[in-house]
């Protein structure tokens, strides 16, 4: 059964300094892996995805993660956080069996300091 | 493109009645939609995964009675919380996939903020 850990459910961050927040998997086939953000009473917008095309993954707004299949980890990173960036960032793995099925991790809140 | 929508994006209902919650795929054949059910502060809760012209599947715990979904259409499916009680007040998100898009990757509505007094 495939599943998601997020570590850490606030990870605080200055403006200007690095994002880094973690995601490990768990799956017996090769996953697809997501990263999306959710801002306050809205719905999920896609980061980035992991497809197995490239371990090294570049999305929206400035993010990329790594796909390491050793470490089972696909940890989202930002070189510069922005205010705009404070949300809850969810990562999500799905399998090519099982109906389709996505599960999401507990989600990180990323909080950014003036 | 692929852009999901929700209707109503808030309803507030009294104990007992019942709501009904629409997700429409505007711009591609959802052949398959999923509900999700979110509480505050906490991760997204997969209820069913409904596949257009057949009976959805419910996750593990969830009433089937209580949460009837509908997939008449490529385009709608919907949820309807029925004598809803105030347990049932949460935040419900639907995403809807078509077979031809690859990876998996699914396109979320706005949510639905369902509140029962």
């Known amino acids: 059964a495939q599943s998601v850990t997020q570590l850490g459910s606030h990870v605080s961050v200055s403006e200007g300094a690095l994002v880094l927040l973690r995601c490990n998997y768990s799956s017996s086939v090769p996953p697809y892996l997501f990263w999306y953000v959710q801002y306050p009473n809205q719905g999920l917008q896609l980061l980035l995805k992991y497809t197995s095309a490239a371990t090294l993954v570049k999305g929206i707004n400035g993010f990329e993660a790594e796909f390491k299949k050793s470490e089972t980890s696909f940890h989202l990173t930002k070189p510069s956080a922005h205010m705009s960036d404070a949300a809850e960032y969810f990562c999500a793995v799905s399998e090519g069996t099982g109906g389709f099925k996505t599960i999401f991790g507990a989600g990180t809140r990323l909080f950014v300091k003036a | 493109g692929a852009v999901v929508s929700q209707h109503p994006s808030w309803v507030i209902c009294k104990s007992g009645t019942s709501v009904k919650i629409e997700c429409r795929s505007l711009d591609f054949q959802a052949t398959t939609m999923f509900w999700y059910r979110q509480f505050p502060k906490q991760s997204l809760m997969l209820m069913a995964t409904?596949?257009?012209?057949?009976?959805?599947?419910?996750e593990q715990g969830v009433e089937k009675d209580k949460f009837l979904i509908n997939h008449a259409s490529l385009t709608l499916s919907t949820l309807t919380v029925t004598s809803a009680h105030p347990e049932d007040s949460s935040f419900y998100i639907c995403?809807?996939?078509?077979?031809?898009?690859?990876?998996?990757?699914?396109?979320f509505g706005p949510g639905t903020r369902l509140t029962v007094l």
């Open positions: 409904s596949n257009e012209g057949s009976k959805a599947t419910y």
């Open positions: 995403s809807a996939r078509d077979l031809v898009m690859p990876y998996n990757e699914q396109f």
